[in-house]
Every structure is written in structure tokens, then in C-alpha cells.
């Protein structure tokens, strides 16, 4: 018997056939059928889908054999990974003198005929073979040997989607714990930001209690701004918390509250915005949505309508509709308008339209994205329609 020889690359064989996290895997049926086929084209009783390991070959799918692995030395499929043909075709193994004292041609299973095709990825390096096996000599057909090759690829096939699944696996994993740490770090900063807020409430209140028969009726209307943003900007900031530790269950929360109350939410945060004019218009009297989520993505829309709109006064009109199974929302704006070659790049991530915004401020590209991405965890689609100098509409659907 003369044992099989290593690939010169064997370490960057076993290093791709550790890749693929298919060793000791249990039994699958989509392996299972190819052998079933194999066998029954070649007329076989053994059909196997062999791995070399370091010092064995492991069968991910056996047909005809009850074993689960043997020695690498012994194997036949050890011979053909060496093999620079497409494949190695023994008709008798008794009159081979790499074969013909093997135990596994001496013994049981008695090999004889052994038609062996290598599974190669796609740098050429032979993780095993598709093989059939006799304990008789035969020849195989021209057919049968192509038959076999096709079903080979299909087992390379069948690896190759498995390895895919374990990386997009490991991204969403790794996808995942990045989201914990920053609805975490959301959470943390929230939760930081409120105590400073409190205690410019807290001051303000105080100085207004003091001196409101000292001001003028203008000042006592900015301290009362002051303490109505802070009131607002407060529960949002619990809003977020909430938001930062129960994603999952938010995502599919849903309050029933009065447009007015929608209404109100939004205006508090442009009530001292001199120059934005914003309108709504609805014909609905309530609203049964994600109030959180929603008002985020509204606001949104909003800012970036007002941020680069080059006209005095930004007209910002939002508008609300329902059919049976979604609401619709629409933001038109005034702006300088969107060409068409950018109404879907502008929902990629870092995809900026313009450096600065009219306050000189410097985007991150992200808002966008993050509204399209919140959008469809709703259930819905979202569309920009515009022509440069005409405005722009951005239209967004929720699931009711």
C-alpha cells in the first residue's frame, strides 16, 4: 500500500476547508440526495461525500456505508486531492499497487471500484471529493462521469452558500452588538443629558418667579419658551431611553392619540424658529401609530427641509392621508429641489447633497439613511419626487 502524499498548499487547504465550519456537522438532506443520485447513476451500492481532514476524511454524507470517517492514510480520497487530473478513476484496486494490500480493499467495505471527482473551491484547492464505490470492477460511462462532475459543483454549491450563511451570520451578530452598544451609549447619554437640563428648567423657573414684574412682556414670553423646550426636549430625552432599551418591543408599539396631540408634539420644536413656516394637512382626526418613531422620522424631514432651503422663510407643509392598510405622509418644501439622478443615493449612508447647511453647519450624511431605515421597520416604502428649483416632496408610508 503506498499512502496518499499532501497538496503543497495542505495548510492553505486545511485552513479554506476550516472555513467552511461543515466538520462534524450533522447529517443534511440536501448532501444526502446528491449521494442518493450519484450512486444511482453509476450504478453503485457506496456513494460518499468525503472531507480530508488533517489525519482523516470525514463523510458529510454517506450513501451504502455506515461508518462515519476513517484514516487518511488508507483513503482513496486522500489519493485523489493529489491528483492533477479532474479526477481519479480506479477499476480494479487489487491489481493497483497503491491499493491492492489496503485494508479497506482487503476488508470490508471491500473497494474495488473507486471513481473519485475533487471538490475544489474556487482557488483550486481540493476540499475532498464526491466519490462511488463497487466491491467489483467497472468502467464508468463518458455520461456518468459528467453526471458526476455536475453533481460535484453542486456539493461546491451547497458549501459555498453554507459558508456565505455563517459569515452573513457572524455580521449580524457582530451588526448586533454594535446596535446594543449604541442604544447603550444612547441610553447613558440621555440619561446625562437630563440632569443639566433639569437644572436649567430649575433656574429658569426661579428667575422667572423672581423677575417676572421686572420684564418686559417679550422676556417673560422667552423664559416661558425656554421652560416649555426644556419640558418638551425632557420627555424626549425619556422617550429615548425608552426607546434605547426597548427597541424590540417599541418597534411594534403603537398609542392612540388626536392629530392635535400628534400636531403639538412636532410644533414645540420649531415654536421659536422665525424662519420656518410649517403646516399641516389632514383631513384624519386621529392617529394610531409609533408616536415615538414617527415623530422621529417627521422631524427628520422637517430640519433638512429648513436646514437647506434657500429661500427667507422655509414653507414646510405635512401632509397626512390613510388607505386601509398604511398611513401616508408627505413633507413638501420650498428648497432648491433634488435632481433626479440623486433621489436614491440621497438614502445611502455618508451621501451628502450639500457640505454645509444655510447655518454653515457641516451634515454627517446620515439623517437620511436613518429615516429610511426607521420607515421600514414600520412596514413601509419611502420616495423623494423633485425637480431642481421646484422644491422637493418626500413621501413615506407606515403600517397601520
Known amino acids: 500500500m503506498i499512502a496518499p502524499t499532501k497538496p503543497t498548499n495542505e495548510a492553505e487547504r486545511l485552513a479554506a476547508l476550516e472555513s467552511y465550519n461543515i466538520l462534524d456537522s450533522l447529517p443534511e438532506e440536501d448532501y444526502d440526495g446528491i449521494t442518493r443520485i450519484a450512486a444511482q447513476i453509476c ?11 488533517k489525519d482523516r476524511q470525514w463523510f458529510k454524507s454517506r450513501h451504502g456505508l455506515d461508518v462515519t470517517e476513517a484514516p487518511r492514510e488508507i483513503s482513496f480520497c486522500g489519493h485523489a486531492i493529489s491528483e492533477e487530473q479532474n479526477a481519479l478513476m480506479i477499476e480494479d484496486a487489487r491489481k493497483d499497487e497503491r491499493f491492492f494490500d489496503n485494508p479497506l480493499v482487503v476488508n470490508a467495505p471491500n473497494v474495488v471500484f473507486y471513481g473519485g471527482v475533487p471538490l475544489k473551491t474556487d482557488n483550486g484547492l481540493p476540499l475532498g471529493t464526491l466519490c462511488v464505490i463497487d466491491s467489483k470492477p467497472r468502467v464508468l460511462s463518458d455520461g456518468q462521469k459528467n453526471a458526476l462532475d455536475a453533481l460535484s459543483r453542486q456539493v461546491i454549491n451547497l458549501l459555498t452558500l453554507r459558508k456565505r450563511n455563517v459569515e452573513l451570520n457572524d455580521l449580524v451578530g457582530k451588526l448586533e452588538d454594535k446596535n446594543v452598544d449604541l442604544e447603550q451609549f444612547a441610553y447613558v447619554a440621555a440619561h446625562d443629558i437630563k440632569s443639566p437640563l433639569s437644572n436649567i428648567a430649575s433656574l429658569a423657573d426661579i428667575f422667572l418667579a423672581e423677575n417676572r414684574n421686572k420684564l418686559e412682556q417679550d422676556g417673560v414670553h422667552l423664559i416661558e419658551l425656554i421652560l416649555k423646550s426644556t419640558e418638551h426636549l425632557y420627555k424626549f430625552l425619556d422617550r429615548l431611553m425608552e426607546y434605547s432599551t426597548k427597541i424590540d418591543q417599541l418597534e411594534n408599539s403603537k398609542e392612540d392619540l388626536s392629530f392635535a396631540e400628534f400636531k403639538d408634539s412636532i410644533d414645540v420644536y420649531y415654536s421659536s424658529n422665525a424662519t420656518l413656516e410649517l403646516t399641516f394637512i389632514t383631513a384624519l382626526e386621529r392617529l394610531r401609530i409609533n408616536h415615538i418613531i414617527v415623530s422621529q422620522i417627521l422631524t427628520n424631514l422637517i430640519n433638512n427641509a429648513e436646514k ?3 429661500k427667507a422663510i422655509a414653507q414646510v407643509d405635512v401632509a397626512i392621508s390613510e388607505t386601509p392598510t398604511h398611513y401616508k405622509f408627505s413633507v413638501s418644501d420650498n428648497g432648491p ?18 457640505k454645509q447647511d444655510k447655518h454653515g453647519v457641516e451634515g454627517s450624511g446620515l439623517g437620511l439613511a436613518i429615516v429610511k431605515k426607521l420607515v421600514t421597520r414600520l412596514g413601509g416604502d419611502i420616495e423623494v419626487k423633485s425637480k431642481p428649483n421646484e422644491g422637493a416632496v418626500f413621501s413615506f408610508t407606515i403600517l397601520k
Open 337 to 354: 429641489g433634488i435632481r433626479a439622478d440623486f433621489h436614491e443615493k440621497i438614502f445611502n449612508i455618508f451621501v451628502k447633497l450639500s
Open 43 to 53: 450504478d453503485v451500492p457506496i456513494a460518499l461525500i468525503s472531507l480530508i481532514d
Open 308 to 310: 437647506y432651503n434657500d
